[in-house]
């Protein structure tokens, strides 16, 4: 046998290996938890990624969470991952001076249970351990305390490690929540069997397994780091991120895990279970929906707020113990950069928002389609209607075009048209007017 022939029988034999190998952490983890088959690919993955970890640019998250305690979270937690992962560091005891200082020396994967009360509303006292884990998602994050003598030294933390965090319900922040595969367990059945945990005696197993996991990435560290796995287009960019290390792996190991990997993410990471629910995320999705359901093009505030209120299951009729006023209503919107305008509705003139104000943020946050005239709320082929509903401008032979934009040749000609059928006032048709000149550098 040839040396090339001799290096390729000795990757494969390491690929095969490595599919072998995830199969039995799989196994392993489900004998004790009951979990989906995604989410025991995925929890088997990140125990291998943290032997892995020096190849990773960044490292995601492991939000082990579930609606009720007794679900099992600990148990996969402390019990199953304390046995499996590289230099476990349970959290429930340590300081946040000696945290920072084992982080830095050890390079540990932090074991974290009970979420909910670190970041719970009533959790004021740990600021700076808040703000590692919020920090240490990539690969060069360093956090800063005053130290030393007198608290006057500046000392620097590298916090970069891996982390899995456990609590019951929503307590984590959004930019955790962001950086996190979620790993939701729910209260077992009676018809759902699982072998009791005795940590004595299963200790030399699972050290097994994890001595097989640091033998089998340790000498394959350098290919992981320049690996390029392929990434689905169905995840975003921060999903994205947080599986390519996952990815990189499943490739090595080879076998199905390539495939099981990829599924994995979609199922856990996909867009159905990475919904933005920040309240301007929900506040815009639910005015799509007004928008959608009426055809209008327009609404007053007071319309608008009407409208919201009839959603099912939002809360902006029960806003703090009463209907959402219009100035919370332009709080929301501001971070979109969306105020009220003056607009004309059945022949008056009143304040309130047009669809078009909403195309870009609707597009940037919701993922929708982005229509040449902003009504990215309609389906493709669907027409807007009601009275106030814009129409298509008509050429010389009778047929129909679309509006044009704004800076293209006839784009004053729709604005006047718009501004005799009262869609705009006149303010509004001269700003329109100084907008267009200057994109096309014409003088006013």
């Given at each position: 046998?040839?040396?090339?022939?001799?290096?390729?029988?000795?990757?494969?034999?390491?690929?095969?290996?490595?599919?072998?190998?995830?199969?039995?952490?799989?196994?392993?983890?489900?004998?004790?938890?009951?979990?989906s088959?995604?989410?025991?690919?995925?929890?088997?993955?990140w125990?291998?990624?943290?032997?892995?970890?020096?190849?990773?640019?960044?490292?995601?998250?492991?939000?082990?969470?579930?609606?009720?305690?007794?679900?099992?979270?600990?148990?996969?937690?402390?019990?199953v991952?304390?046995?499996?992962?590289?230099?476990?560091i349970?959290?429930?005891?340590?300081?946040?001076?000696?945290?920072?200082?084992?982080?830095?020396?050890?390079?540990?994967?932090?074991?974290?249970?009970?979420?909910?009360?670190?970041?719970?509303?009533k959790?004021?006292?740990?600021?700076?351990?808040?703000?590692?884990?919020?920090?240490?998602?990539?690969?060069?994050?360093?956090?800063?305390?005053?130290?030393?003598?007198?608290?006057?030294?500046?000392?620097?933390?590298?916090?970069?490690?891996?982390?899995?965090?456990?609590?019951?319900?929503?307590?984590?922040?959004?930019?955790?929540?962001?950086?996190?595969?979620?790993?939701?367990?729910?209260?077992?059945?009676?018809?759902?069997?699982?072998?009791?945990?005795?940590?004595?005696?299963?200790?030399?197993e699972?050290?097994?397994?994890?001595?097989?996991?640091?033998?089998?990435?340790?000498?394959?560290?350098?290919?992981?780091?320049?690996?390029?796995?392929?990434?689905p287009?169905?995840?975003?960019?921060?999903?994205?991120?947080?599986?390519?290390?996952?990815?990189?792996?499943?490739?090595?190991?080879?076998?199905?895990?390539?495939?099981?990997?990829?599924?994995?993410?979609?199922?856990?990471?996909?867009?159905?279970?990475?919904?933005?629910?920040?309240?301007?995320?929900?506040?815009?999705?639910?005015?799509?929906?007004?928008?959608?359901?009426?055809?209008?093009?327009?609404?007053?505030?007071?319309?608008?707020?009407?409208?919201?209120?009839?959603?099912?299951?939002?809360?902006?009729?029960?806003?703090?113990?009463?209907?959402?006023?219009?100035?919370?209503?332009?709080?929301?919107?501001?971070?979109?950069?969306?105020?009220?305008?003056?607009?004309?509705?059945?022949?008056?003139?009143?304040?309130?928002?047009?669809?078009?104000?909403?195309?870009?943020?609707?597009?940037?946050?919701?993922?929708?389609r982005?229509?040449?005239?902003?009504?990215?709320?309609?389906?493709?082929?669907?027409?807007?209607?009601?009275?106030?509903?814009?129409?298509?401008?008509?050429?010389?032979?009778?047929t129909?075009?679309?509006?044009?934009?704004?800076?293209?040749?006839d784009?004053?000609?729709?604005?006047?048209?718009?501004?005799?059928?009262?869609?705009?006032?006149?303010?509004?048709?001269?700003?329109?007017?100084?907008?267009?000149?200057?994109?096309?550098?014409?003088?006013?």
């Amino acid at each position: 046998m040839n040396l090339e022939a001799s290096v390729h029988s000795v990757a494969s034999v390491s690929m095969e290996s490595g599919a072998v190998l995830l199969d039995d952490v799989v196994r392993f983890i489900r004998r004790f938890v009951v979990l989906s088959p995604a989410q025991a690919d995925a929890t088997a993955l990140w125990v291998a990624h943290s032997h892995a970890i020096e190849a990773a640019d960044c490292s995601p998250y492991l939000w082990i969470t579930s609606a009720v305690p007794r679900s099992g979270k600990t148990r996969l937690l402390d019990d199953v991952l304390g046995l499996l992962v590289r230099e476990p560091i349970p959290t429930a005891n340590i300081s946040d001076a000696a945290l920072f200082r084992v982080i830095a020396e050890r390079k540990p994967t932090l074991l974290l249970d009970e979420v909910d009360a670190i970041f719970g509303p009533k959790a004021r006292d740990r600021e700076d351990f808040r703000g590692m884990l919020c920090a240490g998602y990539r690969r060069g994050a360093q956090t800063h305390r005053m130290g030393g003598a007198n608290m006057r030294e500046l000392q620097t933390f590298p916090v970069f490690c891996c982390k899995a965090l456990a609590g019951v319900g929503e307590a984590l922040p959004d930019t955790i929540k962001d950086r996190a595969i979620r790993i939701r367990l729910e209260r077992r059945t009676r018809e759902e069997r699982v072998d009791r945990l005795r940590r004595r005696v299963l200790a030399p197993e699972g050290e097994m397994l994890r001595d097989r996991l640091a033998d089998w990435t340790e000498p394959q560290l350098d290919e992981l780091h320049h690996a390029w796995p392929e990434l689905p287009d169905e995840l975003d960019d921060r999903a994205q991120d947080i599986w390519e290390p996952l990815f990189a792996l499943a490739d090595l190991a080879g076998g199905d895990w390539p495939e099981r990997a990829r599924t994995a993410a979609l199922v856990l990471s996909g867009n159905g279970e990475r919904e933005d629910d920040s309240l301007g995320a929900r506040m815009l999705a639910d005015i799509r929906t007004v928008f959608a359901a009426s055809g209008a093009d327009r609404f007053r505030t007071a319309d608008l707020l009407a409208e919201l209120c009839k959603v099912e299951e939002s809360p902006w009729g029960d806003w703090f113990g009463k209907t959402l006023t219009p100035q919370g209503l332009s709080k929301l919107l501001q971070p979109f950069r969306i105020k009220t305008m003056p607009i004309w509705v059945e022949g008056e003139k009143a304040r309130g928002y047009k669809v078009t104000q909403f195309a870009d943020a609707f597009s940037r946050v919701l993922g929708g389609r982005d229509g040449r005239d902003g009504r990215s709320v309609l389906a493709p082929g669907e027409a807007p209607t009601g009275p106030t509903a814009p129409t298509t401008l008509e050429d010389g032979d009778g047929t129909d075009r679309p509006f044009p934009l704004l800076g293209e040749l006839d784009y004053l000609d729709f604005v006047a048209a718009r501004h005799r059928e009262g869609h705009l006032t006149t303010a509004e048709a001269l700003q329109q007017e100084r907008l267009h000149r200057q994109i096309r550098r014409q003088p006013a």
